[in-house]
C-alpha cells in the first residue's frame, strides 16, 4: 500500500470518555450525534441534547448516592439508551458493569453480585424479573432503573423508569449547576470505568477491569488511525456489552461524526437501506450469511447471467490485485472495473446502502477468501483484531495499507511481541486492563510482571508488520501421530467454500485423523430442499438426508486438496439444529463454544471414529 501516506501520530489528548463527551458537546453542539429508531421512524439527536441527557442520568445517580468507582450495571439491548446511560454513569464518577441481555437469570446474578453492582439499568420488565427472581444473591442492589415501561407495584421503591432518573438529576442541577461538570472534572485516567465479563468459551465468566485510560488511549488512537471522519455514519448494531461495540463508541465521540444505534438484528438490511452508513462494524458471520446468497443467487441466475457474474468477479479480482499494490486500475481494466461494477457490483453496494467506504470486522477470525471476494466488488473490509482484556482495539488494517489473511498493524501506542518458545502473541499498551476482579492468580497468570498480556492466540509477524493470528493457543489440535493442526484455519476455508455451511467444528485432538462437526444455514439448504422437491419437510428432516451429505462432500474434497496430508478431514457428520447463543454454544459475540460443542456430540464424535478411516462423504 502507499508509503507516502502521512505517518500516525498518537498524540495523547483524553483522560476519559465522560472528558471527551464534555469537550464533543461544548465543540459540536449542534451537529447531529445519533440516529435512533421509534416504531418504525428514525429519530435524530444533537450532541447538545444528548449531552443533556447525559448530564440528568449522572446527576440522578448522583442523587441516589452513587460514589466514584461504585459498580452501575447495564442489563440492556443496543440502544440509543445504552451508550447514553454508559456515559451518565460515567461522567457521574461510576463504572459500568456490562451484562449481556441474553443472559440467564443465574448469569446475572452471579455478575451483578461478584461485582458489587450497586444500580442497574434494566431494559424491559422481562430484564427486571431475572433480578427479582435473585435479588437475596445480589445484597449491593439498591435500585433497578427501568427503561421502557412502568415499574410493578409489588418491586415497591426498587424498581424506578429512567424518565424519573433524569427527572431527580434535573432537580440536583438546578440546585447545583455543576454537580456533574466538577466530578467529570475530577476523573483521573487510574479510575476504573468498566467491567466486563468475558463470555468465556468455558468456566465461569471473569470481570475484566478496564481504566478511564484504556477508553481513553483507545478514542486517542483511533483518531491518529484516520479511521473516522466527522461525515461518517456508523451503523451500530453489535452488542454494547462486549469490548468491540464499546470502542466503537470512543471512535465515534472523538471523530464527531453520527451514529445511527439499533441492536435488532433482524431489522439490520433494512436499516442499511434507510441509514445508508458510510462505515459498519460487524462479525464474520454477517459478511459469510452475504457472501453465500450473493454466491447462491449468481448460481441460480441464466447461464448469460452466471457468465456476466463471472466476468465481473475476475475484472475485480484484477482490479483488487492492483489496488493491495497501492496503485488505482487504469487503461482498458479501468473500463471493465466501470461496466463490471455497473453490471454486478452495484447490486452488491446496494445490500449495504450503497455508501459504504468499509467495513471494520473483528471478534472472530474472517477468511481471507471473503476479504478477497468482497474487495474483489469494490468492498473493504478491514479486519482487526483485539480482546476484552485490551479494551478491543490493538491491532487493524487502514484504508489506506492493509493486507488480506491479517488483522493489521499495531495501533499507535501498543507494543507486540512473538513469546519465544510458542509464539504467543504478547501485548503492552495503555489499553491493557489492570487486571481480573478479585481474581489475583488469574491476574498473575494473563499479565507479566512487566506488564505484556499473554493473549493465548498464536501469531506471526510479517517484515512490514502486518500480524497474522495462526490459532488460539487452547485450540491448537495435537493428533495421535504428534501432529499439530490449526482448526480455525481449515474451519475458515470450509466456511469460504461452501455457501450451505453456518458453522464447523473441525475435531482431532488425540485422534488419528481429522473429523468435523457441521451446522448448515437454514435459508440456504431449504432453498435447495425446495428446488429438489422436498416442499413437505422441515429443516431437521432435510439435514438429515443422505442426498444433503452427498451435496457438501464435493466442498470438503475440494478444501482438502490445499491441507496436508494429516490435516484432511475423513469424516464430517451433520448436526440436527444450528448452534445458538440460548443453548450456550456460542459465545455472546458468535464465537463457537468448542469444547461445549464437542462434550454434547461427543456421541457423533466417537461414531465417526468407530472402525476404518472412511473416505468423506
Not at 446527576?59 to 442489563?75: K, N
Not at 479501468?334 to 461494477?341: F, P, R
Request: proline fraction near 4%; include cysteine; charge should be positive.
Amino acid at each position: 500500500m502507499p508509503e507516502s501516506i502521512a505517518p500516525e501520530r498518537l498524540t495523547r489528548k483524553t483522560t476519559s470518555i465522560a472528558q471527551l463527551m464534555s469537550r464533543r458537546v461544548h465543540d459540536t453542539p449542534d451537529r447531529e450525534a445519533y440516529r435512533y429508531p421509534v416504531g418504525d421512524q428514525w429519530r435524530s439527536m444533537t450532541w447538545r441534547q444528548a449531552g443533556e441527557r447525559v448530564k440528568a442520568i449522572a446527576a440522578g445517580l448522583l442523587s441516589l448516592g452513587l460514589h466514584r468507582e461504585e459498580r452501575v450495571g447495564i442489563l440492556c439491548n443496543t440502544r440509543v439508551d445504552w451508550l447514553l446511560a454508559d456515559l451518565g454513569i460515567l461522567s457521574a464518577g461510576g463504572a459500568t458493569t456490562t451484562v449481556y441481555p441474553s443472559s440467564t437469570a443465574e448469569e446475572c446474578a452471579f455478575i451483578l453480585a461478584d461485582s458489587e453492582t450497586h444500580y442497574v439499568f434494566a431494559e424491559d420488565a422481562g430484564q427486571v424479573t431475572k433480578l427479582r427472581n435473585h435479588k437475596a444473591e445480589m445484597p449491593k442492589l439498591s435500585k433497578v432503573i427501568l427503561v421502557d415501561g412502568a415499574p410493578d407495584a409489588k418491586d415497591g421503591d426498587w424498581v424506578m423508569t429512567l424518565a424519573q432518573l433524569e427527572a431527580k438529576g434535573a432537580e440536583l442541577l438546578a440546585k447545583d449547576p455543576r454537580a456533574v461538570d466538577d466530578i467529570v472534572d475530577g476523573i483521573e485516567s487510574k479510575h476504573l470505568a468498566t467491567l466486563i465479563y468475558t463470555s468465556g468459551t468455558t468456566g465461569k465468566p471473569k470481570g475484566v477491569r478496564l481504566l478511564h485510560e484504556c477508553w481513553a488511549y483507545c478514542a486517542d488512537a483511533i483518531e491518529a488511525c484516520r479511521l473516522w471522519g466527522k461525515d461518517d455514519v456508523q451503523y451500530l448494531w453489535l452488542p454494547m456489552s462486549h469490548s468491540f461495540g464499546k470502542v466503537l463508541m470512543c471512535g465515534h465521540i472523538a471523530s464527531g461524526s453520527v451514529t445511527a444505534v439499533d441492536g435488532r438484528i433482524p431489522k439490520l438490511v433494512d436499516n442499511l437501506a434507510v441509514v445508508r452508513p458510510t462505515i459498519m462494524a460487524a462479525v464474520p458471520r454477517i459478511f459469510e450469511k452475504v457472501y453465500n446468497k450473493i454466491v447462491e443467487t449468481s448460481k441460480k441466475g441464466s447461464p448469460l447471467k452466471q457468465k456476466i457474474f463471472e466476468w465481473a468477479l475476475k475484472v475485480g479480482r484484477e482490479g483488487s490485485a492492483v489496488r493491495q499494490q497501492g496503485r488505482e486500475p487504469s487503461g482498458l481494466l479501468a473500463v471493465k472495473l466501470k461496466i463490471a461494477d455497473r453490471l454486478v457490483f452495484e447490486k452488491v453496494k446496494a445490500r449495504f446502502g450503497g455508501r459504504v467506504r468499509y467495513f471494520i470486522s473483528g471478534s472472530a477470525p474472517l477468511s481471507r477468501e471473503i476479504a478477497e471476494f468482497f474487495h474483489a466488488c469494490g468492498i473493504l473490509i478491514l479486519e482487526g483484531y483485539g480482546l476484552t482484556e485490551t479494551s478491543a482495539a490493538s491491532f487493524v488494517n487502514r484504508p489506506t495499507k492493509f493486507a488480506f489473511g491479517s488483522v493489521g498493524l499495531p495501533m499507535p501506542g501498543t507494543d507486540v511481541k512473538l513469546a519465544k518458545e510458542d509464539g504467543e502473541i504478547l501485548i503492552k499498551s495503555p489499553g491493557v486492563m489492570q487486571g481480573y476482579h478479585n481474581l489475583p492468580e488469574a491476574t498473575a497468570e494473563a499479565l507479566t510482571a512487566d506488564g505484556w498480556l499473554r493473549t493465548g492466540d498464536i501469531g506471526e509477524v510479517d517484515a512490514k508488520g502486518f500480524l497474522r493470528i495462526t490459532d488460539r493457543k487452547k485450540d491448537l489440535i495435537k493428533t495421535s501421530g504428534g501432529k499439530y493442526i490449526a482448526p480455525q484455519s481449515i474451519e475458515g476455508k470450509l466456511k469460504a467454500a461452501c455457501p450451505y455451511i453456518s458453522q464447523v467444528i473441525i475435531h482431532g485432538d488425540k485422534r488419528n485423523f481429522v473429523t468435523a462437526l457441521v451446522t448448515l444455514d437454514e435459508e440456504a439448504v431449504m432453498k435447495w430442499a425446495r428446488d429438489q422437491g422436498l416442499n413437505g419437510k422441515g429443516y431437521g428432516d432435510v439435514v438429515q438426508l443422505p442426498d444433503v451429505k452427498k451435496l457438501l462432500a464435493p466442498y470438503f474434497d475440494e478444501v482438502n486438496k490445499s491441507l496436508a496430508k494429516y490435516e484432511t478431514v475423513k469424516q464430517f457428520a451433520i448436526l440436527p439444529k444450528d448452534l445458538s447463543v440460548d443453548e450456550g454454544e456460542l459465545t455472546p459475540s458468535l464465537k463457537v463454544k468448542r469444547k461445549v460443542v464437542e462434550k454434547k456430540y461427543a456421541a457423533m464424535l466417537d461414531k465417526m471414529y468407530e472402525g476404518a478411516v472412511a473416505d468423506v462423504g
